[in-house]
C-alpha cells in the first residue's frame, strides 16, 4: 500500500501519529475555552478551529532551540513545545501558578523555558521582535531560527513591512508564517493575489501550501528553516486555510485520520480512545486550573520597580489589611 504524502512529509507513521494527537488535542482545547469565553467564564480567547494544521505543522519543523513568537490564536502551538495543558491554562485562568503571575491576557500564552515568546496586542509588531532575534542568530552564528506568525490581516499592517525589509536586508535566520483564511477586516490594501508573492519586493523567499495538508505545512517551514540555518535568509510561508464550518472547509485533522486509516496505522477504535483520553485530560487540567489560588494582589509591582513608589506601598499595605 502506497504512503499518503502528508505522511511521508511527517517523517514517520508514528510522527504522524502523534501530530494527529497534538491537533486533536489543540481542537479540543479550542473547542472547550471558546464555550467558557461564551459562557462568561473568559475575557478574552481567540481560536484556531479548524486552522490546526498551520500551528501544529509548523512546530513540527522546528528544533527545540528554536523561538516561536505567536499571535493568541497560535498560543497553543506551546503545547507542541512541551507546555503542559494545565500549566497553559493557569495562564488563561490567570491563576498564582502561572510563571506570567496572572499578567497577561488570557491566551497569550509565553514560555521561556518552551522558547515561546509572549504574544503582542498590537497586530504585526511581533514580526519585528522575531526578526531581531533572528538577526542575532546569524551575527552570532548560531544555528537558531525565529519562526513568527501572523494573520492575513497583519500583512497589511507597518510592522509586516518593517519586518520584510528587515529580514531581507540583514539576512535574519528567520521564518514567517502567515496563516491566512480570508477573514481580514480590511481588504483592497495590496495589489498582488496572494500573500506569498509580496516577499519578492524584499528580497526574501516564499511559500504558498494548503493549511489543510499539515504534512505540507511541516515539509514547507522544514525548507524554509533550512535555508535560514544555512545563511541563505529568511523565507515567508502563506499557509491558506479555512476556520471550521465555513464553506469549502477542508479539515487538517480529518485528511490526516483519513491518512492514517488508509495506511493501516488507524481506525475506530483507536479514534475513539484518543478522542477520550483528549478530553478527559482536558477536562482534569481545566479543573485543576480551577482550584488553583488567584495571584496576591500585593504582587501586582513584582519585578516592575527597583524601589516601590511611595503611593504604591501605602496602597499595597492596605490591600495587606483586607
Known sequence: ?????????????????????TMTLHRALDTRLATLQ??????????AL?????????????E???WVFATARESRGALARGVS??????????????????????GHYSSRAARFQAS???????LLHAVGVGWAARTQRSGEVALAFFGDGAAASEGFHNALNFAGVFRAQAVLVCRNNGSAAARGEAATETVAERAIAYGLASERVSGASVG????????????????????????VTTRLG??????????????????????????AALTARVLASVDAALEAARAMRAPDPRSMVDFVYATVPAHLADELRELGRR
Do not use: K, N
Request: overall charge negative; hydrophobic content about 50%.
Open 1 to 21: 500500500m502506497s504512503t499518503a504524502p502528508s505522511l511521508t512529509e511527517l517523517g514517520s507513521i508514528e510522527s504522524a501519529r502523534a501530530v494527529h494527537e
Open 38 to 47: 461564551r459562557e462568561g467564564e473568559l475575557p478574552y480567547f481567540a481560536p
Open 50 to 62: 479548524g486552522e490546526e494544521g498551520a500551528v501544529v505543522g509548523a512546530m513540527a519543523a522546528l
Open 64 to 66: 527545540p532551540t528554536d
Open 85 to 106: 495543558v494545565e500549566a497553559f491554562l493557569a495562564q488563561v485562568l490567570g491563576r498564582a501558578a502561572d510563571h506570567a503571575m496572572g499578567r497577561q491576557a488570557p
Open 120 to 126: 503582542s496586542g498590537v497586530v504585526g509588531a511581533h
Open 216 to 239: 505540507a505545512v511541516r515539509a514547507a517551514v522544514a525548507r524554509a528553516a533550512a535555508r535560514a540555518r544555512a545563511g541563505d535568509g529568511a523565507t515567508l510561508v502563506e499557509v
Open 246 to 271: 465555513e464553506a469549502g472547509s477542508d479539515c487538517p485533522i480529518a485528511r490526516l485520520r483519513a491518512d492514517l486509516v488508509a495506511a493501516g496505522a488507524w481506525d475506530d477504535a483507536a479514534e
